[in-house]
């Protein structure tokens, strides 16, 4: 057993999908989350700016004395988390594989779209990793640049105008190719995913965040780190800027009142 928490980090508020996620299925768990508000959004960015950040940003959760990192942004385990493990000196798991072996089991007619930031899509992580359990499946990438902002904005009541109008613009060519499942590959999407599902209501929707967390509780399972809190387990939250958009937000992503501190952070 391991008390010492469990470091995730995101490029912004999109990974406190992951904390929801976490906290449900692992609720002894002590947190720490990590939100590079002041650098977002990463799926635009190249991939060696991508992975100066995503280093920074493990620096930074491993000075905290970290157990495991969950790396709860797609861009990131897309594009670097292959550098990040070899440079961490503790567990280390992305979104990309779970989410992907869990489409791959899935799927009925063995075709996969994947909903992603742009720097994900041309990553071709998601595929690569489908095609390691299925390979004869076939996969769509669709770029969705706007929604990381609208969630970011709080643009995500089931049904919002603004998202309907995106998502219906980014889900005509998953209609059209016939997915039977859908990966959600940036973990500011699931937010939406009643918008999303509403557009598509016989295909599956496949939540990064969930996937992912199944995999970290089996990983600590497996190597006796999980904690044994009797008490009230901690969450810390630190942001690098952005602190009051990030709370009122927070709210919306975890599902419930928001009453934490949240530290302002630098980096370096």
């Given at each position: 057993?391991?008390?010492?928490?469990?470091?995730?980090?995101?490029?912004?508020?999109?990974g406190l999908?992951?904390?929801?996620?976490?906290m449900r299925r692992?609720?002894?768990?002590?947190?720490?989350?990590l939100?590079?508000?002041a650098?977002?959004?990463y799926g635009?960015?190249?991939?060696?700016?991508?992975l100066?950040?995503?280093?920074?940003?493990l620096?930074?959760?491993?000075?905290?004395d970290v157990?495991?990192?969950?790396?709860?942004c797609?861009?990131?385990?897309?594009a670097a988390l292959?550098?990040l493990?070899r440079?961490?000196p503790?567990p280390?798991l992305?979104v990309v594989e779970?989410?992907?072996?869990e489409?791959a089991r899935?799927t009925?007619?063995?075709?996969?779209?994947i909903?992603g930031?742009?720097?994900t899509?041309r990553?071709?992580a998601?595929?690569?990793?489908?095609?390691?359990i299925?390979?004869?499946a076939?996969?769509l990438?669709?770029?969705?640049?706007?929604?990381?902002?609208?969630?970011e904005?709080?643009?995500i009541?089931?049904?919002?105008p603004?998202?309907?109008?995106?998502a219906e613009?980014?889900l005509a060519?998953?209609?059209a190719?016939?997915a039977d499942?859908?990966i959600l590959?940036?973990?500011?999407?699931?937010?939406?995913?009643?918008?999303?599902g509403?557009?598509?209501?016989?295909t599956?929707?496949i939540?990064?965040s969930?996937?992912?967390v199944?995999?970290?509780?089996?990983?600590l399972?497996?190597?006796?780190?999980?904690?044994d809190?009797?008490?009230e387990p901690?969450q810390?939250?630190?942001v690098t800027?952005?602190?009051e958009?990030?709370?009122e937000v927070?709210?919306?992503?975890?599902g419930?009142?928001?009453?934490h501190?949240?530290?302002?952070?630098?980096?370096s």
């Open positions: 057993m391991d008390n010492r928490p469990i470091g995730i980090f995101d490029s912004g508020v999109g999908s992951a904390v929801r996620a976490l692992c609720p002894n768990e002590n947190i720490l989350y939100g590079d508000e650098r977002m959004p635009t960015r190249d991939r060696e700016t991508l100066r950040y995503a280093r920074e940003d620096a930074f959760v491993l000075r905290q157990k495991a990192v969950l790396v709860a797609g861009t990131v385990s897309a292959d550098d493990r440079e961490c503790v280390i992305g779970p989410a992907a072996a489409a899935a009925r007619n063995g075709k996969i779209a909903l930031t742009g720097a899509t990553s071709g998601f595929p690569r990793a489908i095609r390691r299925r390979p004869g076939e996969t990438g669709v770029p969705c640049p706007m929604f990381v902002p609208l969630v904005n709080g643009y009541r089931p049904g919002d603004a998202a309907t109008l995106f613009e980014y060519p998953v209609k190719f016939g499942v859908i590959g940036c973990t500011h999407f699931p937010v939406l995913k009643a918008t999303i509403q557009l598509v209501p016989d599956l929707l939540d990064t969930k996937s992912a199944a995999a970290l509780e089996d990983l399972r497996g190597q006796d780190l999980l904690a809190n009797s008490g901690s810390v939250y630190c800027g952005g602190k958009g990030f709370e927070a709210e919306r992503f975890l419930d009142r928001f009453d501190e949240v530290e302002v952070v630098s980096l």
